[in-house]
């Protein structure tokens, strides 16, 4: 069931410097949508910093704008020369992944901008909400810690501002699997369905589809950022669930004609309930 976009801000202009927050309504946010114009020269997308809140839960913790495009153009095909490479006098588009999050009651979805650039910064952003999937939210945290631990770990990324992750003799280990991040880089620039060549700063170092609970250590922790993503699994995002999508879906379903009906029934291999009376 498509959802539909909400708009957050539009050609909003937030000065050198200063931090804006903007909130909306919704049950539930899947995916957020950004662009980042120079109001006069250029704009370095590593000075612009994104977080982004569900309610009282942190769901981007403070990653630069150039650390989620290179996350997304990982599997998406974007344009990596209009992220990557210091300076840049026209646009950049980016959309960050956040699974399918739903927002508590009484909650909103907030998004914070932190404008490190020394110019002022042209800012549209909107939101994929109210999707009706299955609930599967995602977090994204960073650490420079040398050792750490993560419950219901998904994805690992290196970062390094000084872009010499191709050449630089740096190792991580995860779950007693030691791994060089230079040969990560080199996989990365490979199977990356972007051109990230250029983006030296980036690597993919593990990447899994089931959650598991992982033990980290950085061996290069003073030069490499590790950023990450994790299955955010709570009593909230269940009570959330409850209150907010499983209604949302029944209202949707009820829309739904006898044949819509009976096409869901056979893609997810269930009947939902009450939805088939009738059908024939």
Not at 168 to 194: F, K, M, P
Not at 218 to 243: C, M, Q, R
């Amino acid at each position: 069931m498509p959802g539909r976009v909400k708009e957050i801000w539009n050609d909003h202009t937030i000065a050198a410097g200063e931090v804006d927050v903007e909130s909306i309504l919704c049950s539930s946010v899947h995916k957020i949508y950004l662009s980042f114009t120079p109001s006069a020269n250029n704009l370095d997308l590593d000075l612009i910093h994104v977080t982004v809140r569900v309610g009282e839960q942190t769901n981007v913790t403070r990653y630069s704008a150039e650390q989620l495009a290179c996350i997304w153009a990982l599997n998406n095909n974007a344009d990596a020369d209009s992220f990557s490479g210091g300076d840049k006098t026209t646009y950049a588009i980016l959309a960050v992944d956040v699974g399918s999050t739903p927002v508590p009651k009484g909650s909103q979805l907030y998004l914070e901008i932190d404008n490190g650039d020394p110019e002022a910064l042209i800012v549209n952003a909107s939101a994929l909400v109210d999707e009706g999937t299955p609930a599967t939210p995602i977090l994204y945290n960073k650490s420079d810690d040398n050792n750490f631990h993560v419950n219901n770990l998904l994805d690992v990324f290196a970062w390094d501002s000084n872009g010499d992750l191709e050449s630089g003799s740096y190792y991580v280990q995860i779950d007693d699997v030691r791994l060089s991040v230079e040969q990560c880089y080199l996989r990365t620039v490979a199977e990356s369905s972007s051109d990230l060549s250029a983006t030296t700063s980036f690597a993919l170092l593990h990447d899994e589809d089931v959650p598991s609970d992982s033990e980290i250590i950085n061996e290069n922790s003073g030069t490499v950022t590790l950023l990450y993503t994790s299955a955010w699994d709570s009593p909230e995002v269940d009570k959330a669930v409850i209150e907010k999508v499983k209604p949302m879906v029944e209202k949707k379903i009820k829309t739904l004609s006898a044949s819509n009906k009976r096409v869901l029934a056979r893609s997810t291999g269930r009947i939902p309930k009450g939805s088939l009376v009738g059908v024939k």
